[in-house]
Antibody
């Protein structure tokens, strides 16, 4: 079955760029009508959708983060990545990658999630 | 962005109880709504998508209803493993937005 696994540094200095990778195993990132998303959760708080990428490279970002976010895909490695620039302590969160199945009727099913990775922004 | 307002923010209930959690959207979202369960230290788990379609493997104790702006998640008979935090998500338009969560605790 398909699994997602986040990887990247757990500690990032303020003003630097947070970089995470999500590796997809058990299936191809290019198959099906799947969009690949990043979602974060501040400590003790709710969930925030960051953005998605399609295997073609088309991406959409949450306007609240748009100026700092880049999501990219590497189909040869079956991975997609998140870059968040100019981080501050407010970017400290658990970051999840997730698979979003877009159905024919337009509804989405975020059916598979990575386990999440905690990223702390601190000097 | 569409705002999703969940109520209540917390709820105490007993095993066997029937509970309902509500999610209200700031504008109509058709039936583009999902529900997730999250336990401490774990990733969210999809329960329902498209308002009422049960994700494969999810207990039939869970059901969803609604359309437009008002939606509900119902757990018909609470089991010990159901105590968790629940979130709704609108996937009608971007940016997708979650409700603030409902923490379901044991009474």
């Amino acid at each position: 079955q398909v699994q997602l696994q986040e990887s990247g540094p757990g500690l990032v200095k303020p003003s630097q760029t947070l970089s995470l990778t999500c590796t997809v195993s058990g299936g191809s990132i290019s198959s099906g009508n799947y969009y690949w998303s990043w979602i974060r959760q501040h400590p003790g708080k709710g969930l925030e959708w960051i953005g998605y990428i399609y295997h073609s490279g088309n991406a959409y970002y949450n306007p609240s983060l748009k100026s700092r976010v880049t999501i990219s895909v590497d189909t040869s490695k079956n991975q997609f990545s998140l870059n968040l620039s100019s981080v501050t302590a407010a970017d400290t969160a658990v970051y999840y990658c997730a698979r979003d199945l877009v159905l024919a009727a337009g509804q989405d099913a975020f059916d598979i999630w990575g386990q999440g990775t905690m990223v702390t922004v601190s000097s | 962005a569409i705002q999703m307002t969940q109520s209540p923010s917390s709820l105490s209930a007993s095993v066997g109880d029937r509970v309902t959690i509500t999610c209200r959207a700031s504008q109509g979202i058709r039936i583009d709504l999902g529900w997730f369960q999250q336990k401490p230290g774990k990733a969210p788990k999809l329960l329902i998508y498209g308002v009422s379609t049960l994700q494969s493997g999810v207990s039939s104790r869970f059901s969803g209803s609604g359309s437009g702006t008002d939606f509900t998640l119902t757990i018909s008979s609470l089991q010990p493993e159901d105590f968790a935090t629940y979130y709704c998500l609108q996937d009608y338009n971007y940016p997708y937005t979650f409700g603030q969560g409902t923490k379901l605790e044991i009474k």
